[in-house]
């Protein structure tokens, strides 16, 4: 069984910056989609930066130009770069994984336990 793990999430002041993991707990065939979310209380979980197949990327209009999402093909852990942190930008952080276990396995989305980032002087 596979599982997904985030982790770098901590407490920043405004400016500064983070770096989120999320790594598969052991070794599989492929990362095809990685999708970062983020959740406060009371709301809805939404997403805030994708890479797709292809390698592909996009990003929620708040988060463009601060925040950057990558793979580590070597490693099976995909980053969120985030620069210029805001004290919006306070969430748990959530990863979504589409990976192939293997190279006859079909594409599963695994979703991580998510990462605390707190943004306040």
């Known amino acids: 069984q596979v599982q997904v793990a985030e982790s770098g999430g901590g407490l920043v002041q405004p400016g500064g910056s983070l770096r989120l993991s999320c790594a598969a707990s052991?070794?599989?065939?492929?990362?095809?989609?990685a999708t970062w979310y983020r959740q406060t209380p009371g709301n809805e979980r939404t997403w805030v930066a994708a890479?797709?197949?292809?390698?592909?990327?996009n990003y929620r209009e708040s988060v463009r130009g601060r925040f950057t999402i990558s793979k580590d093909n070597a490693n099976d852990t995909v980053y969120l770069q985030m620069n210029n942190l805001r004290p919006e930008d306070t969430a748990v952080y959530y990863c979504?994984?589409?990976?192939?276990?293997?190279?006859?396995?079909?594409?599963?989305?695994?979703w991580g336990q998510g990462t605390q980032v707190t943004v306040s002087s």
């Open positions: 052991r070794s599989i065939f492929s990362i095809n989609t």
């Open positions: 979504n994984l589409g990976l192939r276990r293997t190279a006859q396995d079909r594409v599963y989305n695994y």
């Open positions: 890479l797709v197949s292809g390698g592909a990327t």
